[in-house]
């Protein structure tokens, strides 16, 4: 499953606080999901072997949402990560890390050797980290390839160094 990139530009979507979503939109198999400040990492490996499948890692090109969100300019450079999460080899979660050059400091600088374990085990790892409140957004059909039914995803920022690290979460029905 891809994320149709082209689609992310034409396609209305808005993030919006958590606070402010209606409990009642949300499927109760994904309430959880989207509201806990825990690892998600953590949760996942209680329920069977967690794999990472990357799709992207690297530098790459934030999209102007990505922007706006970590305060960048048109011109700065990221690390984009992309991967699926799968639970017992089924995929379950999307997950978009937006890594600003100007963050990949200290300890973060070890982001781009994390390969094929999950970033949300090391992000956890730093007490000294802060989480911006969670965003959710119900994002359109056809966002995904593949995918024909909106899926709920969530974002926030972790902060230590520089911009901070962006990290979307986009779950997927076989969650459930």
Do not use: C
């Not at 999209?63 to 969100?69: F, L, N, Q, W």
């Not at 890594?99 to 781009?112: E, F």
């Amino acid at each position: 499953m891809q994320l149709n990139h082209h689609l992310t530009l034409a396609l209305h979507y808005r993030w919006q606080p958590l606070r402010q979503i209606n409990k009642q939109q949300i499927p109760a198999s994904l309430w959880f999901w989207l509201t806990t400040s825990q690892s998600i990492t953590a949760e996942l490996k209680k329920r069977g072997q967690l794999t990472v499948e990357i799709i992207e890692d690297g530098w790459g090109k934030a999209t102007p949402r990505e922007k706006r969100r970590l305060n960048m300019k048109p011109r700065d450079a990221a690390r984009v990560r992309t991967v699926l999460l799968k639970v017992n080899g089924r995929t379950i979660i999307y997950a978009r890390s937006i890594i600003p050059a100007n963050a990949l400091r200290g300890h973060w600088r070890q982001v781009k050797h994390l390969h094929n374990k999950p970033l949300g085990g090391y992000l956890f790892k730093h007490r000294a980290l802060k989480r911006s409140p969670i965003e959710v957004a119900a994002l359109p059909k056809g966002l995904f390839t593949n995918h024909h039914t909106k899926i709920w995803a969530r974002r926030s920022v972790f902060q230590q160094f520089g911009s901070g690290i962006l990290v979307s979460e986009a779950f997927f029905e076989t969650m459930a």
